[in-house]
């Protein structure tokens, strides 16, 4: 069981990036996909969140309509593309897979920075 995030990087403040998370090992539109992110010295965040029942998707206060998940169930991948962003969104972005307890699975992170 894997997931990889990829897509991280510096960016400038109001600019974009695209995150992706493969998952290898299971099946992902079992599972309910999420990102979370941590900064140094915060707790984790979550940010936003797709079931697996109905496709229902949730966000952040902090990042409603500046970011968008969504999931390709045929590749096994889901996705956040961020928009306009914030010095205050500099963080390590996670992607999780939960299911139940003993099917909560994380990836490693991805490191996005925003920065002028």
């Known amino acids: 069981v894997q997931l990889v995030e990829s897509g991280g990087g510096l960016v400038q403040p109001g600019g974009s990036l695209g995150l992706s998370c493969a998952a290898s090992?299971?099946?992902?539109?079992?599972?309910?996909m999420r990102w979370f992110r941590q900064a140094p010295g915060k707790e984790r965040e979550l940010v936003a969140t797709?079931?697996?029942?109905?496709?229902?998707?949730k966000y952040a206060g902090s990042v409603s309509g500046r970011f968008t998940i969504s999931r390709d169930n045929a590749k096994n991948t889901v996705y956040l593309q961020m928009n306009s962003l914030k010095p205050e969104d500099t963080a390590v972005y996670l992607c999780?897979?939960?299911?139940?307890?003993?099917?909560?699975?994380w990836g490693q992170g991805t490191q996005v920075t925003v920065s002028s």
């Open positions: 090992g299971f099946v992902s539109s079992s599972y309910d």
């Open positions: 797709i079931t697996s029942a109905d496709g229902t998707i």
């Open positions: 999780n897979a939960y299911r139940d307890y003993y099917r909560n699975y």
